[in-house]
C-alpha cells in the first residue's frame, strides 16, 4: 500500500530503492559521507569510493523519477476512471488499483494502462465498454445500483437485459498499450529518447529493429535527429537525407501519405534505392510526422520479421504517430515554431519565412540577397517576385531602374534571368539542391545593367521560396582573375614572405608549380629548399643570404628537385624595408623556364646546323659553278664553227645564291656539220649541274655516232629514266649542215626555235613537241627540218614560263617581234628583250642560243 501512494506521488514502485539508514539490514544501501567528513566506525571507505556511491545513488534516483513521470499520468487517468466508475474517492480508487495489482501479480502500471485502454474510443466498438476484469465490473455494478438514486437508474427494455458490449482481447490490448506508448512519448525529453521509447517498450506486436526520426529542412532535405537500432556510423552517413524521390522517406513527405511496404520485392520494387538506407525487413514504414497542418519532419521504422497481416495492429501502430508529431512539435520549442506563420484566406495553410527573424540574417550579408517567391500563371512558373531584399539588392535594382518594392527577377534581368536564373531555379524548387553560378554576364543593351557585369549566384531553396545571393565581380575582382590566367600562360607563381611569419603566402600557380595542380595551402620553406638541386644550393642560399640580410635583390636560375625534378626554375625577388632601413619581407617570383631553355637549346642547334648548311651550299655552288663554267662552250671555240656563227649565254640568279642546271652546247661534227644543244634539268644545285654535265657529254657521244636529233633524244631519255630517276629535264637538240643550209631539230619538252630573216621578220618554228626526259621510258622523239637562207637567224631559249605566256598569249609573240625593238645582231640585246618579253623573276634562270648564217 505504500508502495502505491509512493507512485500516486511520482515515485516508482518497481525501481523504488532503500533508503539509506546506516543499519546493517539488508537491501539498505551503505551511508554516505560528506565530504570531508572523517568514515564511520569500523569502514574503511576511501572518498573516491564514497564519492562513487553517492553517484551512483543518485543515478538510481533520477531514473526512479523518470521512470515515475513517465507513469503517473497512466496511473492519474485510471484513478479517475474508477472515481467516475465506482463512485468512490480518489484514494479509494488508488487502493483498488494497488488490490487489483497484488491479486493479478501484475505491476500497477499495466494494470493502469489497461484499465484507460478500456475507455479509449473504439471506432468500430459499440458506445458501451468493458473492464478488464471480471471482478472489477461486477463491483462497478454493485456500486451503480447502491449508490445511484432509483429516479437516476433507467429501467431496463422488457426482454432485454443491460450488458455491456465485448471486444476482442487483442483489440483491449492494443488500446492499452497505445495509452501506455502515448504517456511515455509525451514525458520524452529527446528525439533519441522517442525512437527508444518506441523500440523497447512492450507491446503486443514485434518490436521494430529499426527506427530513424527526421526533421524537415528549408531546402527540403530531411535531418536525421532521433534513432534506434542503427549504427552510430551509418547514422553519421545519413544525417541529412537529400529530396531523392527514389526514397520512401521523401515520397511519404511530399505527398504526405503514410506509406506500408510489405515483402522485400515490393520494398525493391517501388524504392529501388532501399538498399542504400539502413533499414531492412520484411514490412517497413514511412510516414510524415504532422502537428496541425504543419509537416514537421517523418519517421520511418522496419520489422525484420514482418507484422502479423492485421489491419487493427497497423491503424494502431499509424496512431502512435499523433503524439510523436506532437512532441517532437514540443521539442522544436517555439524558437523553431516562430519561422512558420499561416497565410491567411489560403484554403491550405503553406510555411514561410517568418518576417522575425528574416530581415536580421539577410541584412547582415555583405552582398545583395534577395527572398524570390514564385510568380505563377495557370500553374506555370513564369516570374520570382521579390519577397525581401537587403539595401544592397535594393541599391542593385534602383540602378536598374525597378522599383525595389515591386521588383521581379526577370525586371531585374530580363535576358539574364529568363536564359538562364528562372530555368535553374524552377529545378531548384523540383530537386532542392543548392545551385552555384558562376561567370554569369549581364549585358546593358538587355539586361538594364549601367555597365557589362559579370555575377556569381548562390541559392538554395528556402520552404516553397528561393534565397538567392549574388555578387557582382568588381574590377579589383577581374584583375585578380586576369592576373591568376597570367600568371599560368607565362608559367610563374609570386609569393610573398613576411620574415615574422614561419612560412611564405604563394599564389595559386607557385602551388600548382610545386604540387602539380593537387590540393595544398601553401609551399612551406623546406619543401623550397628541398626543390632546388643540390649542386645550386650553396649559391641560392648565399643568394638569399644577401637579400634578407644585406637587402639585395635576387636573381638566380637554379635546377629543380624533389616534386620540380627536371625543371628549371628563374628566381626573383626583393626586400621590403622599414622605416628603419631593416628587411622585413621579401616578394618576389618563381618563372618555369623549362620550356624556354628548351627551346633556346633547339635554336642553337639549329643555328649550327643551318651555319653548317650554308658552309655546305657556300662549297657546292663553287663546284657548281666551277662545273657549269667547264660544260659551256668558251666564244672562241663558239666562233670556230663552220659556216655558222654562234652566240650563247646561261644567267643563274644570284641573289638565289644557287646555279640552276641550265647549259648550252655546241661542237662541230666529222661531216662538217655542227650539233646544237640546249637543256635545263629540273633542279639546282650541285646534283642539277652533275646531271647537266651527264646529258651533255651522252648527247655528244651519240652525236658522233651520226644519230638524228629524234634519235639522240630517245636515246638519252632512256639513260635518263634508268639513271637519274630522280630527275627530269627538257632538251632541245639540233643539227646544222652548211653545205645544204638545212636546220633538223627535235624538242623534248621545250619550246619550238624561232626563226628571224635577214629583214628581221620572226616566226615560229612547227613542229612536234615531246615529253621531258624521264618522264616516260618507252618515249619516240620525231625530226623537223627546215631549210635556212643567208642571213637567217634561229633563237633557241628555255621556254618553261613562256609555254604559261603562250597560252595566254603575248609574251610569246613579243619574242617572235624582237627584230621590231633590238638590233638582232646584238645578242646582249636580244637576250634582254627576251627576258623583257617573257617577264621572267629575277629568281629564274635563262639560257639562250642565236645561230647565224652569214
Known sequence: MDAGRAAARGEDVEGMVAKPSGTGRPGAEPAVQAPGQAPAEGGSAEPAEALAALVAKLRAELTGVRTAMRNRAVI?????????????????????????????????IEVAAAIVGTTSPDPDAP?????????????????????????????????????????????????????????????????????????????????????????????????????????????????????????????????????????????????????????????VLASPLISGERVLGAIIMSWADGLPDSDELRRYVAALLEPVARQIDTLIGDEIASAWFHVEGEESAQAAPAQVWL???????????ALLSPVTVDGQLVDFRVEYANVMARQVFATARVDPDEATLLAA?????????????????????????????????????????????HAVRLWDRVFAVWRIATEADLLYDQLLQAERIAGVGSFCWELRDPEPRCSPELIRLFHGGRDA????????????????????????????????????????????????????????????????????????VTEERAIEARLRRAEEALAAQRHRLADERRAAQALQKALLPTDPELGHMEGVEICGHCRSPERVGTVDGDW?????????????????????????????????????????????????????????????????????????????????????????????????????????LGLPLGEVTEMRYTDTTVALEPGD????YTGGQARVDRRRGGGLDLVRRAGEHVDLSDFDAVVTHLITSLNLPDDEDVCAMLVHVP
Open 359 to 369: 530581415p536580421t540574417v539577410v541584412d547582415v550579408l555583405h552582398n545583395p540577397a
Open 521 to 592: 595551402a601553401r609551399v612551406p620553406v623546406d619543401e623550397l629548399t628541398a626543390s632546388v638541386h643540390a649542386d645550386d644550393l650553396l649559391a641560392v642560399q648565399d643568394a638569399v643570404r644577401r637579400t634578407v640580410v644585406e637587402g639585395k635583390h635576387l636573381l638566380a636560375e637554379v635546377r629543380g628537385a624533389g616534386r620540380v625534378n627536371g625543371r628549371r626554375l628563374r628566381l626573383t625577388a626583393e626586400p621590403l624595408f622599414d622605416d628603419a632601413g631593416n628587411v622585413t619581407a621579401v616578394r618576389g617570383t618563381v618563372q618555369d
Open 664 to 768: 648550252f652546247d655546241a661542237t662541230s661534227l666529222p661531216d662538217g656539220g655542227t650539233i646544237l644543244v640546249l637543256g635545263d634539268v629540273d633542279d639546282r644545285g650541285l646534283s642539277s649541274m652533275t646531271t647537266a654535265a651527264r646529258l651533255r657529254y651522252a648527247v655528244r657521244a651519240y652525236a658522233a655516232l651520226d644519230m638524228t636529233p629524234g634519235d639522240i633524244l630517245s636515246a638519252v631519255n632512256g639513260m635518263l629514266c634508268a639513271m637519274e630517276v630522280e630527275h627530269t629535264a627538257c632538251l632541245v637538240v639540233a643539227r646544222y649542215s652548211p653545205a645544204t643550209r638545212e636546220l633538223r631539230w627535235a624538242a623534248a619538252g621545250q619550246v619550238a626555235p624561232i626563226r628571224y630573216t635577214a629583214a628581221g621578220q620572226g616566226t615560229v618554228l612547227s613542229g612536234p
Open 127 to 283: 458506445d458501451v465498454v468493458n473492464l478488464i476484469d471480471d471482478e472489477l465490473r461486477q463491483h462497478v455494478a454493485r456500486s451503480r445500483t447502491r449508490t445511484a438514486p432509483a429516479s437516476d437508474m433507467p429501467a431496463p427494455a422488457a426482454g432485454k437485459p443491460r450488458r455491456r458490449a465485448s471486444r476482442p482481447p487483442e483489440v483491449e490490448a492494443l488500446q492499452s498499450q497505445h495509452q501506455l506508448l502515448s504517456a511515455r512519448i509525451a514525458s520524452a525529453r529527446g528525439y533519441d529518447e522517442i525512437a527508444e521509447v518506441l523500440g523497447t517498450a512492450p507491446t503486443a506486436w514485434p518490436a521494430p529493429t529499426a527506427i530513424m526520426i527526421t526533421l524537415l529542412d528549408p531546402d527540403g532535405a530531411q535531418r536525421a535527429v532521433g534513432a534506434f537500432g542503427i549504427p552510430g556510423e551509418v547514422r553519421s552517413r545519413w544525417s541529412r537525407i537529400p529530396p531523392d524521390p527514389a526514397l520512401p522517406l521523401v515520397v511519404a513527405v511530399q505527398e504526405v501519405e503514410t506509406i506500408w511496404l510489405v515483402g522485400g520485392g515490393e520494398v525493391t520494387r517501388r524504392f529501388p534505392v532501399m538498399d542504400q538506407l539502413p533499414f531492412s525487413g520484411d514490412t
Open 76 to 108: 492519474e487517468q485510471a484513478k479517475g476512471v474508477l472515481v467516475e466508475r465506482l463512485g468512490v474517492s480518489p484514494d479509494q480508487g488508488f487502493d483498488q488499483l494497488v488490490r487489483l495489482s497484488q491479486r493479478t501479480n501484475i505491476k500497477l
Open 793 to 796: 637567224r634561229v633563237l633557241l
Open 413 to 457: 534581368y530580363p535576358t539574364l534571368g529568363s536564359a538562364t536564373l528562372l530555368p535553374e531555379f524552377a529545378r531548384m524548387l523540383q530537386d532542392g539542391q543548392p545551385r552555384r553560378l558562376e561567370g554569369l554576364r549581364a549585358d546593358p543593351r538587355t539586361d538594364g545593367v549601367p555597365a557589362a557585369q559579370t555575377i556569381s549566384v
